[in-house]
């Protein structure tokens, strides 16, 4: 498990969308890429009142990414979070 420092947070990025709303499936070159993700872990200092679990959307700009296990995270500043969806 990563356990983040200071005020950041590591998310893991949702799948790429194959298929759209109305059915269309999408080529490989095609899929959209999404700035979701799910959080995994939160860094101690961290002052929102974010929860893990939570769904994001992040400026891919600060994202730095990692592959443990063959599976991808991202770790990310607090400050580079953007929104949380609710249901």
């Not at 400050?79 to 249901?87: E, G, K, P, Q, S």
Request: proline share 3%; glycine share 4%.
């Amino acid at each position: 498990m990563i356990q983040p420092l200071y005020r950041n947070v590591v998310l893991k990025k949702a799948e790429a969308k194959t298929q759209t709303s109305s059915g269309i499936i999408l080529s490989s070159t095609v899929h959209t890429q999404s700035n979701m993700a799910t959080i995994i872990a939160i860094g101690p200092d961290c002052q929102s009142h974010l929860s893990v679990d939570d769904t994001v959307i992040y400026n891919p700009k600060g994202v730095t990414s990692v592959d443990i296990d063959q599976e991808n995270y991202l770790i990310i500043d607090e400050a580079d979070l953007l929104a949380v969806i609710t249901d």
